[in-house]
Structures are given as C-alpha cells and as structure tokens.
C-alpha cells in the first residue's frame, strides 16, 4: 500500500531535550515536505527536499533541521525544543514536486512542557 | 500570506451538491489552483487541481471561472464522511510551494 509512515505519532517532551520525527515513504517520491498545524489554521510549510542532499527553508524554519540522505525518508529534528514548538506536524511527499499531488502522513502531535 | 479567501463554514444537506467558493484573484496566468481537504486532524486528502479549464475527478468537479480569479469545488452528492476542512491553495511565485489558508469548515446534515 502506497503511504507516508510518521513516528512519533504522540510525543510529549521537555524544553530543550533533542528529538526527531521520522518521515518515511514507499512511492520513490523525490519530493517531501514538513508542516505544521496550530489550531484554527491552516499548514505552514517547515522544510521541503526536492530530492536527495537537496533541502530548502520554507515558511516557518527556526528551530527545526531536517536531512535527507535517501529518497525514501525525511526526518525532521528540533534540537532543542521549545513549548512554541508544540503542534500537529505533518510529513507529505509527491511524485511531481509541489505541482503534483501529495501524499501526507497520519501527522505527530507533539506537545514540549 | 495565503492568496486565496474561502468563506469560514458552509452546510449542506446529505445527499445535495455541495459548491465550495474560493477567490483567488490575484493568481497569475500559470498557476493552477489546488483542492484539499482534511477530516479530523488527519493528514490533508488531495482532491483535485486545475489550470482554466473544469476537471472532474471521482472525488470532485472543479470549475474556474474564465478570468481564473475564482473557483468552485463540487461535490455532486455529499455524504456524511464528506465533513471536512477544505482548503484552496494556489501557490507561491517563486517556489511554487503551497500556501495554505483556514479553509471551509463544510458540515453535512443528515
């Protein structure tokens, strides 16, 4: 089945604790992307990979790091947490870039106290 | 900023055509415009996307009116699992990544 995996699904932290959301997709997307969703709102773009070793700032950047060694996964990295930093994140790929469709993961709700 | 402006709710009954209105007024000419939805807090479903001329997919008809400045999501007969946030988004200029606004909240009524 094709599908975009998210783990943590549920991650509740301490300020400043380092921790990574694994993103991971079985389609052989070169494209992925991070958001993140705070109540009441719509997605703001975080990070994209347009392809391998290729990562670009989107909106919201601060306080996140991102990698992408190999297609298939896109982890994303807060190392250093902040309660700001408490959202629903979500992961997407596409076939065709941010033109195509994408595909998003079940989203990680992360909660830093 | 999102380019796009969505009335925040509508309602529709079970079983009618939902028509979701988007403005995007200032999109230029090669930009297309794109549907989601998103049940819950699930992760965003693709709906479907258009350039000028109307698409119909299984999920959805999308219709742009001739000067491209608006846009409207049909749903031709609406369920109770249709009960969603819908966003329209049309893209940046200059990456091309998408901007996501709040959306319709669209409720359907038994």
């Known amino acids: 089945e094709a599908q975009v995996t998210q783990n943590p699904r549920y991650l509740i932290t301490v300020t400043g604790k380092k921790l990574t959301v694994t993103c991971s997709q079985n389609m052989n997307h070169e494209y992925m992307s991070w958001y993140r969703q705070d109540p009441g709102l719509g997605l703001r773009q975080i990070y994209y990979?347009?392809?391998?070793?290729?990562?670009d700032k989107g909106d919201v950047p601060e306080g996140y790091k991102v990698s992408r060694k190999e297609k298939r996964n896109f982890p994303l990295i807060l190392e250093s947490p902040s309660p700001n930093q408490t959202s629903l994140y979500f992961c997407?790929?596409?076939?065709?870039?941010?033109?195509?469709?994408?595909?998003f993961g079940p989203g990680t709700r992360l909660t830093v106290t | 900023d999102a380019k796009t402006t969505q009335p925040p709710s509508m309602d529709c009954a079970e079983g009618r055509a939902a028509n979701l209105p988007c403005n995007h007024s200032?999109?230029?000419?090669?930009?297309?415009v794109y549907w989601y939805r998103q049940i819950h807090s699930q992760g965003p479903q693709y709906i479907i996307h258009g350039l000028k001329n109307n698409e119909t997919n299984e999920m959805a008809s999308l219709i742009i009116t001739e000067d491209r400045k608006s846009s409207t999501l049909i749903l031709p007969h609406a369920t109770l699992r249709d009960t969603a946030v819908y966003y329209c988004i049309v893209p940046m200029d200059s990456n091309y990544q998408l901007i996501w606004g709040a959306g319709t909240k669209l409720i359907i009524k038994p």
């Open positions: 997407a790929s596409s076939f065709q870039g941010p033109r195509g469709e994408q595909y």
């Open positions: 990979s347009m392809n391998v070793e290729v990562t």
């Open positions: 200032t999109i230029s000419g090669n930009e297309y």
